[in-house]
């Protein structure tokens, strides 16, 4: 994806917490309008989200305070320094429920502890923290490899020193899997993420097999935001999760949702080149096992 440098507007600052006015944009076309909240860790400031939109930045109370744990006084605080500053803020009184997911992601490290990153990438000056192994993580975006989490702490860290897990045995496992599906129409990126990502590195034998069963639920009702998903994890990522699906056998829905995908794309995403690809190695494979 193209990089926008972005411009800064008005910032508040409470406490730990800062809401930064931000814009970018490729010419007179705006690409990012808003505001971000940021967080101070260990001296350094790390965006933790968008938290507001224009026109009239409108910002959600609940939302900052109950699924991103800004104090509220502090949410106050931020949003009345805004308003002092000239900008008019709105109130969003939408309320917002944190729903805790059945399956969780935990800290697998082979040599801990793990570090905490402020940016996805392995560089100096960037470690804000560490976690030590079996530490449950709440996940709130992947990109490339890395996982962005929200707690214990906000930052960064490796997805390859992570597992997903969804209980112990196969009725376990079926329950919290039932009990993810159930969440699909609330949260289906979040539950699409969590459940490739327990595909990837969690799902073993007959766990796996039932893990499949709900990707291939989710690729029938929910292939948006699964393509969503996949296109923001790495090609290994894609390629294991796909072929696995594919093993599997995936629904003849699904498949459509993936041709038509492919055939209307002028560009296609790393999703539907991953796939794309794959199937046309299985058509080879075919082609030569027919051969005399």
Request: with cysteine; net charge negative; hydrophobic share 40%.
């Amino acid at each position: 994806m193209p990089v926008h440098p972005l411009e800064t507007g008005a910032i508040a600052i409470a406490e730990n917490y800062a809401l930064v006015e931000v814009s970018a944009g490729v010419g007179d076309l705006p690409v990012i309008d808003g505001c971000y909240l940021l967080k101070k860790h260990s001296g350094q400031w790390v965006v933790v989200a968008q938290a507001g939109w224009e026109p009239g930045l409108s910002i959600n109370q609940s939302w900052l305070s109950t699924v991103l744990d800004v104090p509220k006084d502090v949410v106050s605080r931020l949003i009345d320094t805004l308003r002092s500053a000239g900008k008019e803020v709105e109130i969003d009184d939408t309320l917002y429920t944190d729903v805790p997911l059945p399956c969780i992601t935990q800290i697998e490290d082979p040599n801990p502890p793990t570090n905490v990153r402020s940016t996805p990438a392995v560089a100096a000056g960037n470690v804000i923290g560490q976690l030590p192994n079996g530490t449950e993580v709440r996940v709130m975006e992947v990109l490339n490899g890395w996982l962005k989490i929200r707690q214990p702490l906000v930052g960064w860290v490796s997805m390859g020193l992570t597992r997903v897990s969804c209980g112990n045995s196969l009725a376990e496992v079926e329950k919290n899997l039932e009990a993810l599906h159930s969440l699909e129409g609330e949260l289906a990126r979040e539950v699409a993420d969590t459940l490739v990502r327990y595909l990837y590195r969690g799902a073993e034998g007959s766990l796996a097999e039932a893990a499949l069963a709900h990707f291939n639920e989710l690729a029938t009702n929910r292939f948006y935001a699964l393509k969503m998903v996949l296109d923001r994890h790495t090609e290994e990522v894609r390629r294991q999760v796909l072929q696995q699906a594919i093993a599997a056998g995936i629904h003849p829905q699904a498949r459509t949702h993936f041709e038509q995908e492919i055939a209307q794309s002028k560009t296609l995403s790393p999703t539907l080149k991953t796939w794309k690809t794959l199937n046309q190695s299985q058509t080879r494979l075919r082609l030569y096992k027919l051969e005399p």
